[in-house]
């Protein structure tokens, strides 16, 4: 693979040496992403890195990691101790991103001093002093996955509808599978989101309260149902002390007949379970909620940090190697979606279909907020040991969308 990206990719490379003389002398460059794990473009990432590493004989050190709370913590904390990489692939335009914004460099910035690059400036992730830090990578959706064939084994209607889903629950129980693989201990925010979602309006679900008395009612209804599923026993009886990797392979194996997450997760599905599995919008459970919104859009991409920016030993390479990782064919190489079947055609059916692609709530909030909501407050909620109303007291009076 690599040789075919090299060969393809040479006549890219000599225009950029070209642009940012990054093939004087052979540097060092840190780059951190979550291209790592069971993420679908984990090798295409490394082979990218290799081929920039040959044509420009500089050297990349990656610390790539799966995306998850601890990865999004050790970033932020990273770039708090002035240890940030040179490249770096993470969330933009929400509260992630606002604490790292001094200390990367403005695509239009880059520009100006490189503008035969033409480095993309994408105006969704503008922040809110204007500006676009970060050149988008990967689109993204959330849906819930089904296992189909289960579904058909007990002569189950599939989960369009709440009855249909809390009858599914039910009966699911009684075989021994379990519903809804989840984990509110380590990844929750799938199942808080949509639960919010199928209770109110996207207008709801995009609100953006200072005080506690603006909170929509459709958010208290969506905690409570979370606590309405853990009821149901919809989830495993560790599912507060689980893992999502743990309860994800559960599906893939049949042992879980559902599944709320992203995107990616798909590129997970095994290929001989790719035409028995599909993704569908959440059922709505309150009237007025939209059963065709969908959570989605583009929330990452690549950043240069101001230390690389500022070093003129690195500078050119690190430019180089940000025009690399964010040309045409490496875009697509990094899409991640390699899926096919009906997996595909339901995807299509998910995004296609949808009235509105809404950003994920938890993107909104400070990381403190955020953090309790999700790693403190569900869990309990879905346990009985806070209320609804308990829980966005607690949250809010952390401001998570500022005073």
């Not at 040479?10 to 093939?23: E, K, N, P, R, S």
């Amino acid at each position: 693979m690599a040789k075919r990206l090299m060969g393809a990719l040479g006549g890219f490379f000599l225009a950029l040496m070209l642009v940012t003389g990054a093939l004087a002398d052979g540097v060092t460059l840190r780059t951190v992403s979550c291209f790592a794990g069971r993420d679908a473009s984990a090798e295409a990432y490394v082979e990218l890195l290799k081929a920039f590493e040959t044509q420009t004989g500089n050297i990349v050190e990656d610390a790539s990691a799966t995306s998850d709370e601890a990865w999004k913590a050790g970033v932020l904390y990273d770039f708090a101790a002035g240890n940030e990489p040179d490249i770096l692939f993470f969330f933009a335009a929400s509260a992630d991103s606002a604490p790292i914004l001094s200390r990367v460099v403005p695509i239009s910035e880059i520009n100006a001093a490189y503008p035969d690059l033409h480095l993309a400036e994408n105006a969704s992730l503008a922040e809110a002093d204007g500006k676009v830090y970060a050149i988008p990578s990967r689109p993204f959706w959330e849906g819930l996955f089904v296992n189909v064939d289960l579904f058909e084994r007990y002569g189950l209607a599939l989960p369009t509808t709440w009855d249909n889903l809390e009858a599914a629950i039910v009966r699911f129980n009684q075989e021994g599978i379990i519903p809804i693989s989840a984990s509110l201990s380590d990844i929750p925010h799938y199942i808080a989101e949509f639960a919010i979602l199928a209770c109110g309006t996207p207008q709801d679900y995009t609100a953006r309260p200072k005080a506690l008395e603006d909170v929509p009612d459709s958010w208290y209804e969506g905690m409570r149902l979370i606590r309405r599923l853990y009821e149901l026993n919809a989830f495993a009886s560790n599912i507060n002390a689980t893992t999502e990797l743990a309860m994800s392979q559960l599906f893939r194996e049949k042992k879980a007949a559902m599944q709320i997450d992203g995107s990616w997760f798909a590129n997970t599905i095994p290929e001989q379970s790719m035409d028995t599995t599909i993704v569908m919008p959440m059922p709505t459970y309150c009237e007025g909620a939209d059963p065709t919104a969908v959570v989605g859009g583009v929330s990452m991409g690549f950043y240069l940090t101001r230390s690389a920016w500022e070093d003129e030993t690195r500078r050119d390479a690190a430019v180089a190697l940000l025009s690399w990782l964010t040309n045409t064919e490496a875009a697509a190489k990094l899409g991640g979606y390699h899926y096919s079947g009906r997996l595909l055609e339901s995807s299509y059916q998910l995004t296609s279909h949808a009235s509105c692609m809404l950003s994920p709530l938890q993107d909104a909030m400070t990381k403190e907020a955020r953090e309790v909501w999700l790693l403190e407050c569900i869990s309990r909620v879905a346990d009985g040991s806070m209320s609804a109303e308990a829980c966005w007291e607690t949250v809010m009076a952390l401001h998570p969308f500022g005073e």
